[in-house]
Structures are given as structure tokens and as C-alpha cells.
């Protein structure tokens, strides 16, 4: 069961990632791919070792797995202005609904009330 969770919070973390802070580039999207492809494999041959372990112990496991995981993606995720995302949390440059559209139109997904709402934020200005 853990192991299943431990992946959607893999997967969510990346996808996350790469939808509210879209400026990444090539290398970013090969760069989430590869992290997230070295998380699942770690998360896959650790799961056999904590199988003895307690309910406790294995949560506490997997939570410090998943903050390890938040802080190499919001430390090490190239961005197209060398800006970590982790900096720009700490400037308060959180994602803008352009930035979000921007994610979201990456992975060919155009939500077109989001637009909408865009156009009517520039129209009244």
C-alpha cells in the first residue's frame, strides 16, 4: 500500500512542478523525468527492505523520503532564468494563472476558462 501512495506523491511532485513553475526548458522536462524515474527505483528496491518494519516506522520512512524528494525538486529544477524555484518561493514569485496555463498548455492540455479568465484580467487593466 505504501509503495503505491510513495509513487503518486512522486508522480504529483514532478507533474507539479513542471505545471506551476513552466520555464524549464529542454533540460528541465529531461531533468523531471530522470528524477522521477530515480525516486520510483529508489522508492521500488527500499520497499522490500522495510516490509518487516512497523506501520510507524515505514510512514515516518516515507515522509522523509518525500521531503527529500520536495527539496531536490525545488532546489535542483532548471529553470530558464537560473532562478531556483526554491529562490523564487523565498522572493514570493509564486506561480502567476499565465505560469499555470503556460504548465498546463505544455502538456497539451488548453483549459480554456483559465484563458478566458486571462483575457479578462488583461482587458481590464
Do not use: C
Not at 509503495?3 to 514532478?14: D, R, W
Not at 521531503?67 to 532546489?75: A, D, G, P, R, S
Not at 535542483?76 to 498546463?104: A, C, W
Request: proline share 4%; hydrophobic share 50%.
Amino acid at each position: 500500500m505504501y509503495i503505491s501512495v510513495n509513487l503518486f506523491f512522486v508522480i504529483l511532485a514532478h507533474l507539479s512542478a513542471a505545471i506551476f513553475y513552466p520555464h524549464i526548458g529542454k533540460l528541465g522536462a529531461v531533468f523531471l523525468f530522470i528524477s522521477g524515474l530515480l525516486w520510483t527505483s529508489f522508492l521500488i528496491f527500499t520497499r522490500p527492505a522495510t516490509i518487516k518494519f512497523s506501520n510507524d516506522t515505514v510512514i515516518f520512512f516515507s515522509i522523509v523520503i518525500n521531503i527529500f524528494m520536495l527539496t531536490e525538486i525545488v532546489t535542483l529544477t532548471p529553470q530558464l532564468d537560473d532562478i531556483s524555484i526554491f529562490k523564487k518561493i523565498i522572493r514570493n514569485q509564486y506561480p502567476t494563472k499565465k505560469d499555470i496555463y503556460l504548465g498546463l498548455l505544455n502538456f497539451g492540455i488548453k483549459y480554456e476558462p483559465l484563458l478566458v479568465e486571462l483575457k479578462k484580467e488583461e482587458l481590464s487593466k
